[in-house]
């Protein structure tokens, strides 16, 4: 539920003027994690947002991990605020203000 409360806000915003630029891929071809590269180009916003995905090759294909929106990795962004949970209250604390946080919405 968090993380559709986090996506959901922001592809409201997306509308027939959204494009989206994968940037040329740097790095090795035969690699099983790779950092893909992207600008969201909307029409009401004069500058791209950039948005990259980190993919892990599994045998059923590349999977999406990761990603990061304007310099904020997700996986990262999370640890931390979990971190900062645990210090407070441990890990049962964590899990209770998880299932409270998606209670309310």
Avoid: C, H
């Avoid at 940037?23 to 090795?28: E, N, V």
């Avoid at 029409?43 to 310099?71: C, F, H, K, M």
Wanted: glycine share 6%.
């Amino acid at each position: 539920m968090t993380l559709i409360r986090t996506y959901s806000g922001a592809l409201t915003k997306v509308d027939n003027g959204t494009s989206m630029q994968v940037l040329p891929f740097r790095g090795d071809a035969d690699a099983k994690d790779v950092v893909v590269r992207s600008n969201v180009v909307q029409a009401s916003n004069t500058q791209p947002i950039r948005v990259d995905y980190r993919l892990r090759r599994e045998p059923e294909g590349w999977r999406i991990y990761d990603i990061n929106v304007e310099n904020v990795w997700l996986i990262q962004n999370y640890r931390n605020q979990f971190a900062q949970q645990i210090n407070r209250s441990g890990i049962d604390g964590l899990i209770v203000a998880l299932n409270e946080r998606n209670e309310q919405n």
